[in-house]
Nanobody, 127 residues
Framework: QVQLVESGGGSVLPGGSLRLSCVIS????????MAWFRQAPGKEREGIASIVMNDYIHPYANSVKGRFKLSKDNAKNTLYLQMNNLKPEDTAMYYCAASGYPGTIGHRSPLPLWTIWGRGTQVTVSS
């Protein structure tokens, strides 16, 4: 059973940076599509970045394009999200997700396709 554990969240000033990590443990013999989502209080979960099994990275959500960057270190079984020029509207719980769906899916795909979730890491951007 694959497990995902996020870390790297925290409180930063507007304009600051954070790097989130998602360690993937469990069945490494199988490939997964991976994604980052976030959810602010009272709002729906928003997909912001994703990478598919062949390491193609989908275009980012408009809300983070040009500021966030997804990467993956296969040797460390870790997914990263580098977040720069953070804004108050980036405040949310950030989740890592995985899917074994055999097709090409991304962060804009229906949420039920993402079957494995971490517990999340909180990001707060405030002055």
């Amino acid at each position: 059973q694959v497990q995902l554990v996020e870390s790297g969240g925290g409180s930063v000033l507007p304009g600051g940076s954070l790097r989130l990590s998602c360690v993937i443990s469990g069945n490494h013999n199988r490939k997964y599509n991976m994604a980052w989502f976030r959810q602010a209080p009272g709002k729906e979960r928003e997909g912001i970045a994703s990478i598919v099994m062949n390491d193609y990275i989908h275009p980012y959500a408009n809300s983070v394009k040009g500021r966030f960057k997804l990467s993956k270190d296969n040797a460390k079984n870790t997914l990263y999200l580098q977040m720069n020029n953070l804004k108050p509207e980036d405040t949310a719980m950030y989740y890592c997700a995985a899917s074994g769906y055999p097709g090409t899916i991304g962060h804009r795909s229906p949420l039920p396709l993402w079957t494995i979730w971490g517990r999340g890491t909180q990001v707060t951007v405030s002055s």
